[in-house]
């Protein structure tokens, strides 16, 4: 069964894409949890973290690339900003995509709540 981000990447689902290369897209997360919130994803069907080969290396270095460039673009790159992969049950993960997600626009408190 593809998922929800393959057929976004496919064409096959609305989504606001903000960019696009033969490597990874990029589109707004549809349930924001900051001014921005965009998800850089690998074109390549990359399950989590765990499924990443080593042949990835560069592809994975793209989508920091990509998101620094994206971030500088939203005019959040001086105040700064957060990227996070979340990976399987612990790490929160919802879709089984690999993506990255870029926030910033506001001061996103502390990275994980303190137990
Ligand atoms: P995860 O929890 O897997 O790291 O993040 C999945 C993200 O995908 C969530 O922030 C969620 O809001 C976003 N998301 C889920 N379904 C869709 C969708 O159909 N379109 C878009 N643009 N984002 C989605």
Known sequence: ???????????QL?????????RVTA?????PAAPVHILIVPNKAIATVNDIADEDEALIGHMVLVARDLAAQHQIAADGYRLIINC??????????????????RPLGPMVTRI
């Open 14 to 22: 609305p989504a606001t894409v903000v960019f696009r290369d033969a």
């Open 27 to 31: 589109f707004l997360d549809i349930k």
């Open 88 to 105: 399987n049950a612990h790490g929160g993960q919802e879709v089984y995509h690999l993506h990255m997600h870029l926030l910033g626009g």
């Open 1 to 11: 069964m593809p998922t929800l981000f393959e057929k976004i990447i496919a064409g």
